[in-house]
């Protein structure tokens, strides 16, 4: 397994040049503390704590995996005592409000805290990741004794969170669950039901576990208009605000998985669980939408995480491995063969990963600072950021990921024979990238959304909000000297609008168009959107090179990743442009009695 090395001058250019941050959050009330030094130090230090304390435990986890038993779940060897350290110095307190005892520090460090953490050990990631979503959904949807109760703990990392949606026999169709809330006389639930997949759902790092749980009530209606939302904690709750009995919910069982297996993802039995409802009756998807909006943008970090880890180990490998001679000549002479780097295919395969990596990073902190606006800017900005948010979000959860997978895939082959054997770690990578395209909404769920939902369904007005930053963009920059980015980004602008529109009229006569379009058209969106990041890094890195600022050989590799993404990868948008208005006719026309074996 490579040995994880944070990329901290890429993390600082994306924070401190690209994105501005420090100017950003002296204009947002409660971040005027987020300074360029102090944003640092907190990088450096979360730095330190994921190459020192959880790379080394990466490959030992997954080899080891967690155990079950009937009295819980025991995490491998060194998770515990890594979370332990993780509470201590403060590290889940950081990106919450200071009003539930967090640092207030933007939801920007909270990613890229996160990216270092994930990309040094994501099964470790696992346990820690999902109380941030039950914090927010406690914040914004429970009464204020739920947060008394809940929130303190939560955010210091004593207690973790979980969610509970999926069930047996339905996944992303939650219209179909089943499990049950009757009401008690004490105000409580009686919850029952078995949930599945649920990550972190049993382990032996905190001391609580606190469970977000969708139920139905007994007189509520069929579909997702009868799913309310319920706090099912793992101890029920003294007076005093402390742990008290066990409460009626178990783990029956933790999967056996392809990959991430240091995280317990486990089968959730409720027996008559005492659960307390959130927000009102009936509309907890509402309010779990909170939870998953912000889990897609946490699994999209799964796709940087893994295409970074992935190159990281394919560089050192291509530096190192010595195979044939170059085709223009030995560029090792005192060696028996030439380092592999030289060779064209190992430098598509490695700039693939580059490109990905990088423009997902730019593209996921704008993401992150986007959702600091809506928490913290006047109602006008909060709005328009909120708008961009909801747009870009399944591009971010969908493309990344893919974009992750790939490029943990081309790590496998830069190894060759070597990547799939287990001792080199390049294989876990791919396991534990797998997962990412299906958790908290497939490729195909996230790309009806985009496109059903986010687009057709705001009459475009979302996505025009976004082309509209674009364009604004391109005309700031709109001289000879920056027209091989910006001429090719304003074209592929103006067709993604009338890509949009072409869909959206189809689907008005067939909704299968939608639909068949639907993976297509997201693809195409992930691939103009960080043509757009990359054209801006570009315009950058060409003005710092101008002025002699800094590390020259930096911003010229900026430059050159950026020629080879427009030159090499932003063309695939061409057979996606081609197979989304081929229609859906050539999907559905068959039979399905016609599908043989």
């Not at 460090?109 to 050990?121: D, H, K, L, S, Y």
Request: glycine content about 10%; aromatic content about 8%.
């Amino acid at each position: 397994m490579p040995a994880y090395k944070a990329p901290l001058r890429d993390i600082s250019f994306v924070v401190n040049e690209l994105l501005e941050s420090e100017q950003l959050y002296q204009t947002l009330p409660g971040y005027e503390e987020a300074t360029a030094d102090l944003m640092s130090a907190i990088v450096e230090e979360g730095a330190r704590f994921a190459e020192n304390v959880l790379s080394p435990l990466n490959q030992p986890g997954d080899e080891e995996g967690c155990h079950w038993t009937e009295e819980g779940v025991t995490t491998p060897k060194g998770f515990a005592d890594a979370y332990h350290q993780y509470v201590a110095n403060g590290w889940p307190a950081l990106s919450a409000s200071t009003e539930v005892g967090g640092q207030g520090m933007p939801n920007l460090m909270g990613i890229v805290i996160n990216e270092m953490a994930g990309t040094a050990n994501w099964s470790w990631l696992m346990y820690p990741g999902l109380s941030h979503g039950a914090v927010k959904t406690i914040e914004e949807h429970g009464d204020a004794e739920q947060k008394q109760k809940y929130l303190t703990k939560l955010v210091e990392g004593a207690w973790t969170g979980t969610m509970c949606l999926t069930e047996a026999h339905c996944g992303s169709d939650l219209g179909l669950l089943r499990t049950k809330a009757e009401p008690r006389a004490d105000g409580s639930y009686a919850i029952t039901g078995t949930k599945i997949f649920i990550s972190a759902g049993e382990h032996d790092m905190a001391e609580n576990i606190v469970h977000i749980v969708l139920a139905r009530l007994p007189d509520a209606p069929e579909g997702t208009k009868g799913i309310s939302l319920f706090i099912v904690p793992k101890f029920t709750l003294n007076d005093d605000g402390g742990v008290g009995d066990r409460n009626a919910v178990t783990c029956a069982s933790i999967e056996k998985k392809m990959g991430i297996k240091g995280s317990a993802t486990c089968v959730m039995n409720f027996d008559g669980a005492t659960g307390y409802l959130i927000g009102p009756p009936n509309k907890g998807l509402n309010c779990m939408f909170t939870f998953m909006n912000t889990a897609r943008i946490g699994t999209a970090v799964q796709g940087l995480a893994h295409a970074q880890l992935s190159y990281t180990g394919a560089l050192m490998y291509a530096r190192e491995r010595l195979a044939m001679r170059s085709l223009t000549g030995p560029k090792n002479p005192d060696g028996p063969a030439d380092p592999i780097i030289v060779h064209p295919d190992v430098r598509r395969m490695l700039l693939t990963q580059k490109a990905f990596t990088e423009g997902s990073r730019a593209f996921l902190y704008f993401l992150a600072q986007l959702g600091d606006i809506v928490d913290g800017g006047d109602e006008k900005r909060a709005k328009a950021a909120d708008e961009l948010l909801a747009l870009l979000t399944p591009i971010g959860k969908a493309f990344v990921t893919e974009a992750g997978f790939e490029s943990a895939n081309l790590g496998v082959q830069i190894y060759g024979g070597h990547g799939f054997i287990r001792e080199w770690g390049m294989e876990q990578i791919v396991r534990d990238a797998r997962i990412s395209m299906l958790y908290e909404g497939t490729t195909g769920i996230q790309s009806l959304d985009l496109l059903g939902r986010k687009v057709i369904g705001s009459g475009g007005k979302l996505l025009l909000g976004f082309t509209a930053l674009i364009d604004e963009f391109c005309v700031a920059n709109d001289g000879p000297e920056d027209a091989e980015f910006i001429s090719v980004l304003k074209a592929y602008k103006d067709e993604w609008l009338g890509l949009s529109m072409k869909i959206g009229e189809s689907a008005m006569q067939n909704p299968d168009a939608a639909g068949a379009a639907a993976v297509d058209y997201l693809m195409y969106s992930g691939y103009v959107t960080l043509a757009y990041f990359w054209a801006r890094m570009a315009v950058l890195a060409r003005k710092k090179i101008a002025a002699a600022d800094g590390d020259v050989s930096f911003y010229e590799a900026k430059l050159m990743t950026a020629r080879f993404y427009f030159d090499r990868l932003l063309p695939r948008t061409l057979s996606h442009k081609t197979a989304m208005v081929s229609g859906p006719d050539n999907l559905m026309e068959m039979p399905v009695e016609l599908f043989e074996l």
